[in-house]
């Protein structure tokens, strides 16, 4: 496939994942917990499969930058599920949310620094 398509898959299922675990941040009702961990699960596969398509096509090889985004994809991929096992913590995990994104963006702009 073309790397504008694993971009756009890329991008837009991190916009969708992020806007689905700040719903669950929001609203960490027991109704919604299923539906909310499904659609996070399948945001983040396609995110995954986004990111290393990218990979595959520019064929960079695994550098240190991707370990870094790849440990910010943990991250969040597991943070829905906590805001509903521990939503007396949510301060917390909102907090490592937005650490994890911003370490993930910045990481893009500054991948010629871990080179």
């Known amino acids: 496939m073309k790397l504008a398509i694993y971009q756009i898959m890329h991008v837009g299922s991190m916009i969708m994942l992020t ?25 983040s596969l396609l995110m995954l499969i986004g990111g290393f398509g990218m990979l ?8 240190v930058w991707i370990l870094i985004k790849l440990v910010c994809w943990l991250i969040l991929s597991g943070l829905a599920g906590m805001a509903y096992r521990r939503p007396a913590s949510m301060f917390t995990w909102k ?3 937005w650490a994890a994104l911003l370490i993930a963006v910045a990481t893009v702009y500054l991948k010629s620094n871990f080179e």
């Open 56 to 63: 595959a096509v520019l064929k960079l090889g695994f550098p």
């Open 95 to 97: 907090a490592i949310a």
């Open 19 to 43: 806007t689905f675990l700040f719903m669950a941040f929001a609203n960490p009702a027991p109704e919604t917990r299923r539906r909310t961990l499904m659609w996070t699960g399948i945001f």
